[in-house]
């Protein structure tokens, strides 16, 4: 969620020839504070001294054409690819000059330092590219030249201003751009070929672009008598459209985040489907009957979310992951059956052990009924380069089948 107190920014900037203190609502999709260091910049501000600006911190207002402001911001992503694969090339060196560790150690550490050195520089970079400003008027209006309505987009992202309140903000080009894909998902739906339909998420709402998994709960057995499920982080609300178009009667979906609570009622409503109920919890529903069946596809790597944004894929020390094995069992009932989605990509990152994993499940008084495999095929788990491809190549998602340890069939 986007933070609702009101921060705002300072700067001064000449008005009719008079240096003038301007300030203005500050928003900001990653919760950064507001910048105290605003310059103003131009299409006649060259890629490289916006570069060297934003790496020393200062951000920048831009006050040039909206199309030239994209297109340096594109300039200042190009410097900061190139400063990122030199310095990824110094360090392959420094490793290869290392004296040999024992290999497996060394290749444990490596893989798990890798995925952490690769995190700090995704941060270091949204950083850097979010110091390219621009302001928008009352009603989310730019008067930068050429500049396209994005008004219905950032309403969609940050909200409604609140009415009455005559006030500009600043944001970064970076999440205005955020704002802007949101709503072209929105508009155009994700599609997910193996239901034959589309999903239509929200900004701010896990994006089922990888959707490998969906075919693991089609093929997966329904317990006998499945009247009642829950879906546990339901997000744009697909696995609850699966079990409810497989037939369960009653499904409960729950959410965190208000926005994908939302978001699930927009796609429930779009497929007329008014058997599914929602509900904001943490984890479980409230005064919903025990359960047959319950499924939960959890943020999948425990690190802690750098942004508001990045709560729906990291899980700090995996506390979402134990609280649902932990809880689950209670609400079930005697033949009920838990679903989890999981990928095994932590395990190959070296941030989870498979042994670990196997004992929640039974210190939640759990065991494996069965476990359903699939392997991604998303962009990134065959992108060579990657310096994580040899994890990422290796990932596979799964539905294990868990069932109360006293279960007998
Ligand atoms: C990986 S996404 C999965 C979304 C959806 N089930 C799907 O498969 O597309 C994880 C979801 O869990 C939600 N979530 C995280 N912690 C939660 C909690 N403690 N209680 C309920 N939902 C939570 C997030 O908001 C997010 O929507």
């Not at 009247?227 to 339901?234: M, P």
């Not at 037939?247 to 979906?253: D, I, L």
């Not at 069946?293 to 790597?301: A, H």
Request: contains cysteine.
């Amino acid at each position: 969620m986007l933070p609702i107190e009101k921060k705002y920014v300072q700067w001064h900037e000449n008005e009719n020839g008079k240096d003038t203190l301007r300030h203005a609502r500050w928003l900001s999709a990653s919760d950064y504070t507001p910048p105290t260091r605003v310059v103003l910049v131009d299409d006649k501000t060259s890629a490289d001294e916006a570069y060297r600006l934003a790496c020393a911190g200062t951000s920048m207002l831009y006050r040039g054409d909206f199309y030239n402001g994209r297109q340096l911001l594109q300039a200042i992503t190009r410097r900061i690819e190139r400063t990122n694969e030199r310095s990824k090339l110094r360090k392959m060196k420094k490793v290869v000059k290392q004296p040999a560790k024992s290999k497996s150690i060394e290749k444990s550490q490596e893989t798990s330092n890798l995925f952490h050195q690769q995190r700090q520089l995704q941060a270091q970079r949204a950083r850097i590219l979010s110091r390219l400003l621009l302001e928008l008027d009352t009603g989310y209006v730019s008067k930068l030249r050429r500049a396209p309505d994005v008004s219905a987009a950032c309403i969609a992202a940050f909200g409604q201003l609140e009415k009455g309140v005559d006030e500009s903000c600043l944001l970064s080009f970076r999440d205005l751009q955020g704002a802007l894909g949101a709503a072209q998902w929105r508009e155009k739906g994700v599609a997910i070929e193996s239901l034959g339909l589309s999903i239509f998420p929200h900004y701010g709402v896990f994006a089922p672009t990888r959707h490998e998994y969906v075919q693991l709960l089609i093929d997966a057995p329904l317990p006998d008598a499945c009247n009642i499920a829950y879906d546990i982080g339901t997000g744009t609300g697909l696995l609850a459209i699966i079990l409810a178009q497989r037939g369960v009667k009653q499904v409960v979906a729950t959410d965190l985040n208000p926005r994908a609570l939302d978001c699930a009622r927009e796609n429930f409503a779009r497929l007329q489907l008014s058997s599914i109920q929602l509900q904001q919890a943490n984890l479980f529903p409230t005064d919903a009957p025990l359960a047959n069946l319950i499924v939960c596809n959890p943020p999948w790597l425990p690190a802690k979310p750098s942004s508001p944004l990045e709560y729906a894929v990291y899980d700090a020390n995996s506390t979402m992951l134990r609280g649902f094995l932990q809880g689950a069992k209670q609400y079930l009932s005697d033949q009920g059956e838990v679903w989890l989605i999981l990928s095994d990509l932590a395990e190959h990152l070296q941030l989870r052990s498979r042994e670990e994993l196997l004992g929640w499940f039974a210190d939640s008084g759990l065991k494996v009924k069965y476990r359903l495999d699939t392997q991604p095929k998303h962009g990134r788990s065959q992108d060579e380069n990657d310096s994580l491809y040899a994890a990422r190549s290796a990932e596979i998602t799964s539905l294990w089948c868990l069932v109360s340890s006293s279960y007998e069939p």
